[in-house]
C-alpha cells in the first residue's frame, strides 16, 4: 500500500514532465532535452521564495511562473531560429540541459538542500486504519487536479482543439488562418510551467539538488514513448506505469529498477509502435 | 466583371524544379473558374502557390487589389480564402464539429448561420457531427472538407479536385454544393474531369508543364476535341 502511494506521488512528478515535454514534440517535432530543467529550476526557485516568504504556496506559484517564462525565452530565443532542423535542436536542448545545471551550482552550490514540507502536509492521514503521509497525497491530488485542468482545457476550448489538430497537421492550422507559432509558444510556456510545478511540489519529497533534472529525464522519456508522443491522457497512463514500476521494482530488486522500465517500454513498443495513445503519421 | 484574384507571371520553385514557369491568371467576382489539366501539370502547386504554403519566387498575387505573395500563409488565409485541399487534410482525431469550429474565424451568428447552411446541404455531417472526422467515409470526409472552407465568410474557395476517387452519386451531391457557393463567393476550382468541371464553371484554363496553354470560355472548350486530345488525359 505505501509502495503504491510512493509510486502514484512519484508517477504524478513524471506526469508533470512528460505531458509538456509530450505535446512539445507531437505539435513541433522538437525533443526538448532541456525540458528537465523547468523541474530542476522550478525545484531551486521555489525553494528559494519558500526560504525567503516561509509561504509554500506563494513558492509553488512563483516557480510555476518561473518554469512560464524560462520556457518561453527557451522557445523563442533558441528553438525558434531551428525548427526544422532536427540535430541542430538535440544538440541546442541538451548544451541548455548542461547549462541550466551549472547555473545551479553557481548559484546554489552542488550539496543536496532539503526542501522542509509546510506545516499543513506534514504528518499522516488515518484512513480505514492506516496510515497515509499527506504529502504524498497532496501530491497525487495536485497530479489529478492538473490532469483535469488540462484535459478540460485541451477538449472544450477553442486554444485546445487548435494544439489537437496542430499536433496532427501543423500547416493545415495554419491554412485554416491560425498564427501556428503562437500556438508553439503558448504550448512551450505551459509545458515548462507544468514541469516546473512538478519541481517544487516533488522537492520536499525528493530533495533539491543539481542532478534532479537529468535524473527525473529518463523515467520521463520512457514515459512520454510508453504513452505516444504527443497524447496527453498517454503522458498520464504512462507515468502512472512507471511510477508503479519504479516504486516496486525498486523495493524488490533495486538493480533492475531501470531495466524492468527498459523491459516495460520494448513490450509496448513491440505491440504498438507508435505507444499506447499514439497516432499514426504526426511527424 | 471585376478580377477578384490575379496572377501575373509566376513562378514557383520546388526545391531545385521549376514547377510553375510563369503563370498569369484572372478570376473573376461570383464565377467558378476551373484549372484543368494533366497529372503533374502544377494545378495543386498553383493553388498552394496562391496561399502562400509554396511562395513564388518570382511575379505577382493579387487579391482584392492587394500583392499577397509576399504575406505569410495564415495571414494571406484570413484576407478571406477557404482552401479544400487535394487530400481534404481533416483532423482525423477531431470530431466533425471540433473541425468546423477550429475553422472559425469570423462572428459567432454568422457560425451559426453557416452551420444551418451546411447541415442542409450535408444532412450526413449533421448526424455525425460527435464523431471523429476519421471515422467518416471518403466522401463525407470531403463533405466535411468543403464544409470547413464554407463555415467562413470568405471571399473566395480555393477547391483541388473534390470529385477525385468519389462515386458518381456523391460527386454530384459535392457538385451541387459547388453550384450553391456560387451566389455567395467565388470558386477556384482544380477538376480533372471535364464534364463535372463543366457543369459548374464559367471560365477555364488547362495547364501544362506548369504553363497556360489554354483559357476561355469552358463550352468552347468541350467543343474542342483537338485541344482536349493535345492537353487533357485519359480522364475525359
Ligand atoms: N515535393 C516535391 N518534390 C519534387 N517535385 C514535386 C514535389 N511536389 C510536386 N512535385 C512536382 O511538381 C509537379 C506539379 O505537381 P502538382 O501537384 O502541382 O501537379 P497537379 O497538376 O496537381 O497533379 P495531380 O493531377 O496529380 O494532382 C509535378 O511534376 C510533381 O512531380
Ligand atoms: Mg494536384
Known amino acids: ?283 | 466583371m471585376k478580377n477578384l484574384l490575379e496572377l501575373e507571371n509566376v513562378h514557383t520553385y520546388i526545391g531545385q524544379y521549376h514547377i510553375l514557369q510563369g503563370i498569369s491568371m484572372e478570376v473573376p467576382e461570383g464565377a467558378v473558374t476551373v484549372i484543368l489539366g494533366r497529372n503533374g501539370a502544377g494545378k495543386t502547386t498553383t493553388l498552394e502557390t496562391i496561399l502562400g504554403i509554396k511562395p513564388p519566387s518570382k511575379g505577382t498575387v493579387r487579391f482584392k487589389g492587394e500583392d499577397i505573395h509576399k504575406l505569410s500563409l495564415h495571414n494571406i488565409v484570413k484576407k478571406g480564402i477557404g482552401y479544400v485541399p487535394e487530400d481534404k487534410r481533416l483532423f482525423g482525431t477531431l470530431t466533425v464539429e471540433e473541425n468546423l469550429r477550429l475553422a472559425e474565424r469570423n462572428k459567432q451568428d454568422f457560425h451559426r448561420e453557416r452551420r444551418e447552411l451546411i447541415w442542409d446541404l450535408f444532412p450526413d455531417l449533421k448526424r455525425a457531427w460527435k464523431r471523429p472526422a476519421s471515422t467518416l467515409s471518403g466522401g463525407q470526409q470531403q463533405m466535411l472538407s468543403i464544409a470547413r472552407a464554407m463555415i467562413n465568410d470568405n471571399s473566395i474557395m480555393l477547391i483541388d479536385e473534390p470529385s477525385m476517387g468519389l462515386a458518381p452519386k456523391l460527386v454530384q451531391e459535392v457538385m451541387s454544393a459547388v453550384e450553391q457557393m456560387k451566389g455567395l463567393t467565388t470558386v477556384l476550382m482544380v477538376e480533372q474531369n471535364l464534364k463535372v468541371a463543366e457543369s459548374v464553371a464559367d471560365r477555364c484554363y488547362i495547364l501544362d508543364n506548369g504553363m497556360i496553354v489554354y483559357s476561355g470560355d469552358i463550352k468552347e472548350l468541350v467543343k474542342d476535341e483537338e485541344l482536349q486530345n493535345n492537353y487533357l488525359g485519359v480522364t475525359v
Do not use: C
Open chain 1, 1 to 283: 500500500m505505501s509502495l503504491s502511494l510512493n509510486g502514484l506521488s512519484l508517477a504524478m512528478l513524471y506526469f508533470l514532465i512528460a505531458a509538456g515535454f509530450s505535446l512539445i514534440f507531437g505539435l513541433m517535432s522538437v525533443l526538448n532535452l532541456a525540458h528537465a530543467s523547468f523541474f530542476l529550476w522550478g525545484a531551486y526557485s521555489g525553494l528559494a521564495i519558500f526560504t525567503t516568504t516561509g509561504n509554500f504556496t506563494l513558492a509553488v506559484i512563483g516557480a510555476t511562473i518561473v518554469g512560464v517564462i524560462m520556457g518561453l525565452l527557451v522557445e523563442y530565443l533558441t528553438l525558434r531560429p531551428l525548427y526544422g532542423n532536427h540535430l541542430f535542436q538535440i544538440l541546442m536542448t541538451l548544451g541548455l540541459l548542461l547549462v541550466f545545471e551549472e547555473l545551479v551550482k553557481l548559484i546554489w552550490g552542488t550539496t543536496i538542500l532539503g526542501f522542509p514540507r509546510p506545516e499543513i502536509l506534514t504528518g499522516s492521514l488515518v484512513i480505514l486504519g492506516r496510515y497515509f503521509p499527506v504529502y504524498r497525497l497532496f501530491i497525487i491530488i495536485a497530479g489529478i487536479v492538473v490532469f483535469i485542468a488540462v484535459y478540460l482545457i485541451l477538449n472544450r476550448t477553442k486554444i485546445g482543439i487548435t494544439v489537437r489538430a496542430g499536433v496532427e497537421d501543423e500547416g493545415m492550422v495554419q491554412a485554416l488562418g491560425i498564427d501556428i507559432r503562437k500556438v508553439f509558444s503558448g504550448v512551450f510556456g505551459l509545458g515548462a510551467g507544468l514541469a516546473a510545478l512538478g519541481g517544487v511540489i516533488g522537492a520536499p519529497f525528493l530533495g533539491v539538488y543539481p542532478e534532479l533534472g537529468f535524473e527525473m529525464l529518463v523515467p520521463a522519456l520512457i514515459v512520454v514513448i510508453i504513452g505516444g508522443l504527443g497524447s496527453f491522457h498517454g503522458s498520464f497512463v504512462g507515468a502512472v506505469i512507471i511510477g508503479l514500476s519504479q516504486s516496486f521494482g525498486g523495493y524488490f530488486i533495486p538493480e533492475f529498477a531501470l531495466a524492468i522500465n527498459v523491459a516495460l517500454l520494448a513490450i509496448v513498443l513491440l505491440i504498438k509502435p507508435t505507444g499506447l495513445f499514439g497516432i499514426e503519421g504526426g511527424h
